[in-house]
């Protein structure tokens, strides 16, 4: 399993106007732009091939993992050899590719995009706007369960009732052996609907079967093809896993949350603000 999935299309309507002229995955992060420390994760989780599936404008992000040999040679004419090696080093974490999403047709219509280049191979997805903080990463945890068991693994989180509206929710079962298995799963709930506080947080690891899955998907909520919609077929079949996460997650698609983690991840590295 080497293929990562990064669905970036995405406007980053949330984030304007600082997303107006730059895509929401290159604003830095404390130092380094948004995207950096997902990829990070997934690379230091044996991801070995990074798909973006970008939209018109995005090109700021295959820019930013590719080597600017001409940039690397001022810094080492200055001096700056570390800060050279750091440049170079993006681009030899992985093998970028990327691919378009003409049209933002939702989350599992994204996912669908990447089908031919992920052939018929286990997969990742990664949704950039979820920062997790652990050790060993949480994407390697869940490789590790995957490779295991053969079945589909989602990381879930407890959220606090009033955020349950924002994501996917699982109806899971810890069974007695720690496993937990995923019976439904339902895409944004009201309170009131939602059948735990386990949101789905963006990590997937994906049977190839998904993909077939999602061709044959209607679209669901909001008009858009979730996939969130394809997931409850594989847990209808008992066929879907859940990894609880219970270390530090950081939801950068907002002005606050981005801020926040900033510096939080500012604070990881020691910095004093
Ligand atoms: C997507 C998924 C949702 C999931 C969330 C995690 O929603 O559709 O099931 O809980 O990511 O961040 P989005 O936040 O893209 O609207």
Redesign the pocket.
Known sequence: MEKAVFPVAGLGTRMLPATKAVPKEILPLYDRPAIHYTVEEAARSGFSKMIFVTSKGKEAILNYFDRDVELEEILMARGKKEMADFLRGLSEMAEFIAIRQGVPMG?GHAVLQAKAVVDNEPFAVV?P??IVLSDPPLLRQMRDLYLRTGKSVVALYRVPEEQIPS??IADAEVKKDGQVVIHDLV?KPSIQEAPSDL????RYILEPEIFSILEKTPPGRGGEI???DALKVLAKEGRLLGFIFEGKRLDI?NPEGFLKASLEIAAERGVKI
């Not at 949101?199 to 963006?202: E, K």
């Open positions: 989350l949704l706007d979820d994501f996917g895409e949101a789905v947080i963006g979730q996939l969130t698609g």
